[in-house]
């Protein structure tokens, strides 16, 4: 059960600053486990205006020793300060407890990406042009490669946002920023065949992604079908977001400019795209260790190798 307090809130992230839905979900989990622990599984007897941050400390580490990883520890904090900040702005608490509560900051860890090899033969394997399924799931993967969409933001895709005159599309990402993407003609013959097998033309509410009945594609369908794709890979995780990852990272290593792929992606700022330099980085170094005919050397007597090592 929710508090009136918990739900105000929610209300609050969800209307007024219009926080993405996979925000708000995190956040209604993370709050609804925190009062269910602070009231002994009755929160519906929170008072919020009482808790201290001794309290708050004590979840922290209730939280750590109950094995949860650094980054959902500071997740889960991230969203009481949230919610205290709401309380002192709109329901006159007088502190936030939560404003100066500490978490173990997460090792930060390389994104994930398919190898460039990989993901065309995934995209150019052969497929039945007339079965409609086939055809979609293909289009799919092919937009999360060219275009760098979340999974979010594909599934909210609208067919009035895709305009094949300009070869543009439209998307809406979080905090329901708007950005125009271009594509190529590939795609573009792609969405045009697409359409054409379409049951029953876009969606209910103007869906471009349609199952076969007609009906708007859901999350964990787009995921499925990724995962099943990525199968036979390399890739350590087969998610829509590492097509969004590989996307980053063929464009970096193609030459693009960091700012316009910044853009592209939709991140607010260049510290958020600069970790696809480090993937980039490490893939060079991978390549030099394979190519380079002395990169595994280690040492040796020098000016005494012998007339084969000279040539």
């Not at 105000?8 to 007024?16: D, M």
């Not at 989990?29 to 007897?45: C, F, K």
């Not at 271009?182 to 349609?210: C, K, N, Q, V, W």
């Not at 958020?272 to 893939?283: C, F, G, P």
């Amino acid at each position: 059960m929710t508090t009136k307090w918990i739900e105000s809130f929610l209300e609050y992230i969800r209307c007024e600053l219009t926080l993405s839905t996979c925000t708000v979900s995190a956040y209604t989990v993370d709050l609804r486990e925190w009062a269910d622990w602070a009231t002994d599984g009755n929160p519906d007897r929170l008072d919020p205006m009482s808790v201290t941050r001794s309290d708050l400390r004590a979840w922290v580490a209730y939280l750590s020793r109950t094995g949860r990883s650094a980054r959902t520890i500071r997740r889960k904090v991230s969203a009481l300060r949230s919610f205290f900040r709401y309380l002192c702005r709109r329901h006159g608490m007088q502190s936030n407890p939560a404003a100066e509560l500490q978490t173990s900051r997460p090792q930060r860890t390389l994104p994930s990406f398919v190898r460039t090899r990989e993901l065309n033969a995934v995209i150019d394997s052969e497929i039945d042009p007339e079965d409609f399924e086939q055809v979609r799931d293909r289009l799919i993967m092919t937009m999360f490669y060219t275009c760098g969409l979340r999974c979010s933001e594909l599934i909210g895709l609208r067919d009035a946002d895709i305009n094949l005159y300009s070869s543009e599309l439209k998307v809406t990402g979080k905090r329901n920023k708007d950005r125009v993407l271009p594509f190529g003609s590939e795609l573009s013959e792609m969405i045009t065949h697409y359409r054409a097998l379409r049951p029953s033309g876009a969606g209910p509410d103007g869906e471009f992604f349609t199952r076969r009945n007609g009906k708007a594609l859901y999350r964990k369908a787009v995921y499925n079908l990724v995962h099943g794709a990525l199968e036979g890979t390399s890739a350590s995780k087969k998610s829509p977001h590492v097509l969004r990852h590989t996307f980053a990272t063929d464009m970096l290593n193609g030459g693009a400019d960091m700012d316009a792929v910044r853009r592209l992606l939709g991140h607010s700022s260049l510290a958020t795209t600069q970790i696809y330099t480090h993937v980039s980085l490490r893939d060079l170094k991978n390549n030099y260790q394979l190519a380079h005919p002395r990169a595994k050397r280690k040492g040796g007597n020098y000016g005494n190798q012998n007339s084969s090592d000279s040539l």
